[in-house]
């Protein structure tokens, strides 16, 4: 198998159990009661291969893909069956977190406007006997502005003997894995130590909703619903250092497209359903997101709050021009002819593989860079927008594309729910405790792997 990303030989290696790669994880059916009523024409096979797993620096033992095949449609369906036959005493609540990148992908599927799509998600999740679906919106605010903060301090402490530029940012998982795995110094030092959304938003509902419901962590299973594969292996990550009893933030991990799957092959009656909040009520306004193309829009948040913070410059509307292919873009603020900010945005393997390059050489002119590993940013994922042979379904994606941009923009700074959460979770935005739940720290190649990590 070959990784999406990766370009390098040594990634073409078949994976040592050649039936564990083909091997898809189906979708079982819900309780016999329910196949009785008929709520179920049928659910046909929602597949994950091992060539879909895209954060690999080279090929994956059936070992490792075992543990990538737990994270699956299978799963899911396992503890929904749980919930309806066993002792009570045993239920989960079954929660479920939708990455905002991930509906654009569903309007365009089911021809709906993007809030009437987020409802129709959440009222077919509910009608499977999910309890609480949110939208993981709020964790990336947080990550932003964790981000925010810190490339301010990492810009006023940079020299020239200890230098903290460029800040890489650390919300793609797939690049991550890349530069932790592979790479190690000089490229960790970069990354932005602000964990993921995915990351933050497991935070918040196994400690802090799990709170404010009397809930053990271990009573609550998990569900990430998001655009790309790299995402699954995230979830195999354990670096909560605040995680309560030591759980993961994430139980389970399903791609858009298996999701879309579930729901073409279903013949359950849905009523639409507004999305919940981590506070326990329901969450009634429309769709917002971030300022960026195809992402959360990283660079165009840090650099508006950098101009200001560092400049006393107000900047509005960022604008982007396009360097060595439309994946790498470069953002600048300027006085009296002086560049004051140089940020860039490098999406892709290949555009990453040349930030390395140069990062090594000490001929990197940029202090902050935007990486995503999917060329298209998170819109592309492999988990969405593909056509039945693997290929990128060009037309949905220029649809997404449009929805995407038409989604109302919501600064992090904005939000009030965010600033409640700071003092009300963590004892504040500059506290220990704020610093433990949303930050992390990176390992390198040959170090001791993280407890039930994949091994690369």
């Known amino acids: 198998m070959k990784c999406e ?28 009661d329910h196949a009785e009523k008929g709520e179920f024409h049928k659910l046909a096979d929602a597949k994950i291969f091992l060539s879909d797993c895209l954060a690999c620096d080279s090929c994956v033992t059936a070992e490792e893909g075992l543990q990538v095949s737990q994270q699956n449609v299978k799963d899911f369906f396992r503890v929904l069956n749980l919930n309806k036959k066993c002792d009570p005493s045993q239920h989960k609540v079954l929660a479920v977190s939708v990455c905002p ?27 499977l006997g999910v309890h609480y679906v949110f939208d993981t919106t709020i964790a990336a605010d947080f990550s932003i502005l964790e981000s925010q903060k810190e490339f301010v301090r990492r810009y006023q402490q940079h020299s020239e003997e200890e230098p903290a530029l460029p800040m890489l940012t650390s919300a793609c998982p797939g690049w991550v894995r890349y530069a932790e795995r592979v790479l190690g110094h000089p490229v960790t030092p970069h990354l932005c130590t602000a964990k993921s959304p995915q990351q933050i938003m497991g935070s918040l509902v196994k400690d802090y909703f799990a709170r404010r419901q009397n809930l053990s962590p271990d009573k609550i299973f ?12 995230e979830a195999l990550r354990e670096d909560f250092p605040t995680a309560p009893h030591g759980f993961r933030g994430a139980d389970c991990v399903l791609t858009s497209g298996e999701i879309a799957q579930i729901m073409e092959q279903s013949d359950l009656t849905v009523k639409d359903a507004a999305v919940d909040t981590v506070f326990g009520g329901p969450k009634e306004e429309e769709v917002r997101r971030h300022d960026g193309a195809s992402s959360d829009g990283y660079l165009a948040h840090v650099f508006r709050h950098a101009a200001k913070q560092l400049f006393d410059e107000d900047v509005g509307e960022v604008t982007y021009r396009t360097l060595r292919n439309k994946d790498f873009q470069e953002v600048t603020l300027e006085k009296n002819g002086e560049v004051l900010l140089r940020f860039a945005a490098a999406y892709g393997f290949r555009n990453i593989q040349n930030v390395v390059l140069k990062l090594k050489k000490g001929r990197f002119p940029y202090h902050f860079v935007e990486v995503l590993a999917c060329a298209g940013g998170c819109l592309n994922g492999r988990g969405q927008a593909q056509t039945e042979d693997g290929r990128a379904d060009k037309a949905l994606l220029r649809q997404m594309e449009g929805i995407y941009a038409d989604i109302p923009v919501r600064p992090p700074e904005s939000s009030a729910h965010v600033q409640e959460l700071y003092q009300e979770w963590l004892d504040g935005a500059d506290s220990h405790r ?13 170090l001791p792997v993280l407890s039930r990590d994949i091994k690369w």
């Open 5 to 32: 990303h990766c370009t390098r030989k040594e990634c073409n290696k078949k994976t040592k159990t050649e039936d564990q790669e083909n091997a898809s994880v189906g979708v079982p059916s819900l309780a016999q």
């Open 222 to 233: 998990h569900v990430i619903v998001a655009p790309c594969y790299d995402k699954k292996l």
């Open 101 to 127: 990148q991930s509906l654009p992908y569903f309007a365009a599927k089911f021809r709906l406007s993007v809030t009437d799509a987020s409802r129709r998600l959440c009222g077919f999740l509910k009608s």
């Open 434 to 446: 704020a610093q433990e739940a949303l930050h992390t720290k990176y390992q390198g190649p040959g």
